[in-house]
């Protein structure tokens, strides 16, 4: 089975925090990508990365910021940490393009902004 | 920008009825269509997919698209209390094949 393993699933941080959240895929994924889900709105694609070291913007990437160094592995960074980001965030890895085939979830990340 | 609309819901159904969840989606060249469960609390996950005009069965769920309407549907045959949850309709994305656009998601309550 495919594992997409979010390191923090509960987090609080402060305004202005630096904040990181880790993802690791361990099916040799080449594609990754990063969610956030809130109320009323879905799912929206902040960024994605189709290779190591490529990142794209997805719809929303306006204070976020993503780093992919290792094939496996896929943080998403709020460089500083605002109320209007406290939401869930998810994690998403595909083989191949998604619009081809399954992307495969993390169980999410909860973050407060306070 | 693409678009896929869901009917928030609540859909109620009672359990063993047909619970029928639809999806329409703005570009006609779209080529690739997902429903994915969320139970609450929970990350989303694939229970069907299609690409061709037509129907799909897989057990109790059957997927229908219509590119020429631009809809999609999932059908729920024999409902059962634990498929309540939310049914999100995803199609390929604004970056073209790469990525998903997600609808916001229907609400399924099966009652007992």
């Known amino acids: 089975d495919v594992k997409v393993t979010q390191s923090s699933r509960y987090l609080v941080k402060r305004t202005g925090e630096k904040v990181f959240l880790e993802c690791v895929q361990d099916m040799d994924h080449e594609n990754m990508f990063w969610y956030r889900q809130d109320p009323g709105l879905g799912l929206r694609l902040i960024y994605f990365?189709?290779?190591?070291?490529?990142?794209e913007k997805g719809d929303i990437p306006e204070g976020y910021s993503v780093s992919r160094e290792k094939k496996e592995r896929f943080s998403l960074i709020l460089e500083s940490a605002s109320t209007n980001q406290t939401s869930m965030y998810l994690c998403a890895s595909s083989l191949i393009p998604a619009g081809g085939n399954t992307i495969y979830f993390g169980e999410g990340s909860w973050l407060t902004v306070v | 920008q693409k678009e896929v609309e869901q009917n928030s819901g609540p859909l109620s159904v009672p359990e063993g009825a047909i619970a029928s969840l639809n999806c329409t989606y703005s570009d006609r060249v779209s080529q690739s269509f997902f429903w994915y469960r969320q139970y609450s609390g929970k990350s989303p996950e694939l229970i069907m997919s299609i690409y061709s005009n037509g129907d799909k069965e897989d057990g109790r769920f059957t997927a229908q698209l219509n590119k020429a309407s631009q809809y999609v549907s999932l059908l729920i045959r024999d409902s059962q209390p634990s498929d309540s949850a939310t049914y999100l309709c995803?199609?390929?994305?604004?970056?073209?094949?790469?990525?998903?656009?997600f609808g916001k998601g229907t609400m399924l309550l099966v009652s007992p």
């Open positions: 990365s189709y290779d190591v070291k490529m990142k």
């Open positions: 995803a199609v390929n994305g604004n970056s073209g094949y790469s990525t998903l656009t």
